[in-house]
């Protein structure tokens, strides 16, 4: 049978939204009303596994990343795709897209399994921005798949973490590279910014929770301020 790898509840509780993998290929989204427990509209147009979503601040659009190489932003109330977005140099199967955030209304930003950070014109369609995979160590950008985003409050960064154990920190309105945060010993799985975009925390493979400085004006600005210990394996998400 088929089950459900991810789910996110709606901002303003209206709604959940869910994205199933499993063996029958059932590779949909479903909205649920949670009051109900029942679906309100299913969301099929993805030919491979869905690996991220996320949920407009109005309850009224769904945005999903899946190894199909797409991005497909929804329409919730028709269950309709509005936009199918991908990159020129994306083979589906092969280099996909692993997670994705909505910015605001017009933009969103979706991370590969290659390395690439993509930000999105969601009225065109059209890529706005890559920030490109890192060919050395020492490039400013990832090696490897992209397994999370998170947006900071002010909407002005993203944070990227990815199988390379490294979290960066990108300027997504001057398309910059602001730094990246080194620490972890495992793939980083699940990032957050917390209420005033200074700190980050995120989940690794390697068992632990970091807290980093994320404030680029800070003397301590990708530090490690505090280590969360108590798993014993995979922490998976933030």
Do not use: C
């Amino acid at each position: 049978s088929n089950f459900a790898l991810i789910g996110k509840y709606a901002a303003d509780d209206s709604l959940v939204v869910s994205a199933a993998n499993g063996v029958a290929s059932d590779f949909t989204l479903r909205v649920w009303d949670p009051a109900t427990q029942l679906t309100i509209q299913e969301l099929s147009g993805h030919t491979a596994r869905i690996y991220d979503l996320d949920i407009n601040s109005t309850s009224t659009q769904v945005i999903s990343a899946s190894q199909d190489a797409t991005v497909i932003l929804w329409d919730i109330a028709s269950g309709q795709p509005l936009q199918s977005m991908t990159l020129a140099n994306m083979t589906a199967g092969e280099d996909g897209f692993e997670s994705v955030a909505f910015i605001d209304d017009t933009r969103a930003i979706a991370g590969t399994m290659d390395g690439q950070v993509a930000i999105f014109d969601l009225t065109t369609g059209q890529p706005l921005h890559v920030f490109e995979a890192a060919a050395l160590k020492t490039d400013p950008g990832h090696q490897g798949n992209v397994y999370s985003i998170a947006i900071s409050p002010d909407g002005t960064r993203a944070a990227t973490g990815a199988r390379d154990n490294t979290v960066i920190l990108w300027d997504i309105v001057n398309f910059a590279f602001l730094g990246v945060l080194e620490g972890h010993t495992g793939s980083v799985n699940g990032v957050v910014f917390n209420i005033d975009g200074t700190r980050i925390i995120s989940a690794s493979s390697d068992s632990l929770l970091n807290l980093w400085d994320a404030d680029p004006a800070s003397s301590t600005f990708g530090n490690v301020l505090r280590q969360f210990e108590g798993h014993d394996a995979n922490v998976t998400d933030v």
